[in-house]
């Protein structure tokens, strides 16, 4: 069986200093059903607008498919709306340290064919200049609510997952973008051998493989005081959900994919 990383970019950020210190910050997040992935950007600029920013790469795409799961940023401009899989927007204008941009996610309807699942996953630690990503319902989160931390991957099932509407509020601190310590470690997952090697702070109680009919085994893992070692060996076509619980009692969840003999793990490049 051959093991391979995703070629999906995850929150690959592009920072660069600005004029009047408000640099260009922004990230990727992949978002899908159990069938299809769409990756979206977003981020604030200097000379952004609250319109379509073509010079940015806000292009209008004409709607959502026919057929199957589809995603992408509303973005109004005259009271007309477009879709674009990227939503720059312009800083606000108050000369606060720290502020919260809002973006409007707009996800196809149910009866277009989407699966039962609605996965959300991105790149961890988030760019220089965010302290924290959240998406949820248009109420706020009353019926649903993902917070962008350590364990990169999150679903939503059952009736949230076939909500169509999310908000994903991105907390700023533009000055931290140049400030950050560059020698810092960036985790990241890698694939060695048949193994899937997850860096982690602290030792796991336990790791569970669930398959999207339910299954669950319990791997042959090991752990080396930094680096969870898991094998992806005999593992049925179709979605699984990797499921590790820390001694914290934080949980990582990460989507893995088995299709044609090959099996397929969200990373970054």
């Known amino acids: 069986m051959k093991l391979r990383c995703l070629s999906v970019v995850l929150a690959f950020a592009v920072v660069t200093v600005a004029a009047q210190d408000q640099p260009h910050i ?30 940015l790469g806000e292009y209008p795409i004409p709607g959502h498919p026919p057929d199957g799961f589809h995603a992408a940023f509303e973005i109004t401009t005259d009271n007309i709306t477009d879709l674009s899989y990227t939503d720059i927007r312009p800083y606000p204008d108050s000369s606060a340290e720290q502020f919260v941009v809002e973006y409007s996610l707009n996800v196809t309807p149910k009866f277009y064919g ?48 076939e909500l169509e509407r999310f908000l994903v509020r991105v907390y700023y ?18 694939i060695v051998g048949e193994e899937l090697l997850v860096p982690l702070p602290i030792s796991p109680t336990a790791v569970v493989l669930t398959s999207l009919t339910g299954k669950q085994r319990i791997p042959d893992y090991s752990y080396d005081g930094r680096t969870l070692l898991c094998p992806l060996t005999s593992l049925e076509q179709g979605w699984h959900l990797l499921t590790v619980v820390l001694q914290n009692g934080e949980r990582i969840f990460l ?7 090959s099996t397929f793990v969200l990373n970054s490049r």
């Open 114 to 161: 989407r699966g039962e699942l609605l996965i959300f996953a991105w790149e961890y630690p988030l760019p220089r200049g965010i302290d924290s990503v959240v998406v949820t319902d248009r109420l706020g989160g009353v019926l649903a609510r993902v917070v962008f931390g350590w364990q990169r991957a999150d679903t939503l099932r059952g009736t949230t997952a």
């Open 26 to 55: 922004d990230f990727s997040f992949v978002v899908g059903d159990e069938n299809r992935s769409i990756q979206l950007r977003c981020g604030i600029d200097s000379s952004a607008t609250d319109g379509l920013d073509l010079q």
């Open 173 to 190: 601190t533009p000055s931290r973008a140049s400030s950050v310590d560059e020698s810092s470690a960036h985790r990241a997952l890698q």
């Open 255 to 261: 989507p893995i994919l088995c299709h044609d003999h």
